[in-house]
């Protein structure tokens, strides 16, 4: 599972410009293997904030691989329980970090290892950080770097 913050952080991490087709191969296999998802708003967010750069255009062609797209409203209903304070109540109706947390409860009920991707590691004033959120879910929480290392991608760092 890997949220907006850490869809756009990727680039940062290859340590070749020229290599990051490379990279991001490495990062659609483990969407094609099921081993990586996000939901549908994560797409839509790095649009908005990536657009024209080629970490939108991998996840916009990743996003097709997907297993898991959408989250039921029970499983954010779930989240919102535990951890409401992930919730910018004065802001946009849907949430990438809600969205994000949901889906990564409801995989926790189906498979066993299941981890968010994140560098929502501050809580700003409005809304708690995706990674303090997770800990009130009881869900793991991993940096870009993280994932890119247990994935065998450390050369490209």
């Known amino acids: ?3 907006t913050h850490a869809v756009l952080a990727l680039p940062q991490l290859c340590k070749d410009d020229s290599q990051l087709p490379l990279f991001f191969d ?11 998802t996000f939901p549908d708003l994560v797409v ?34 779930s989240v919102l329980g535990m ?3 992930i919730l910018d109540m004065d ?3 849907e949430q990438a970090p809600l969205f994000v947390a949901a889906m990564a409860l409801m995989l926790k009920e189906q498979i066993s290892e299941v981890y968010v991707v994140t560098e929502d ?13 997770c800990k009130d879910i009881d869900v793991v ?3 870009a770097q993280e994932l890119a290392i247990r994935n065998g991608l450390e050369s490209y760092l």
Request: glycine residues 8%; hydrophobic residues 30%; proline residues 3%.
């Open 141 to 143: 929480t991993i940096s």
């Open 44 to 77: 839509k967010e790095c649009q908005k904030y990536a657009y024209g750069e080629h970490v939108y255009t991998w996840i916009n062609a990743a996003s097709g691989h997907r297993t898991h797209r959408a989250v039921p409203g029970q499983w954010q209903e």
């Open 26 to 36: 490495g990062f659609t296999n483990m969407v094609r293997d099921g081993r990586l």
């Open 121 to 133: 590691r501050r809580d700003l004033p409005e809304r708690k950080c995706l990674t303090e959120a």
């Open 83 to 85: 951890c409401e304070e």
């Open 91 to 93: 802001g946009e109706m």
């Open 1 to 3: 599972m890997v949220d």
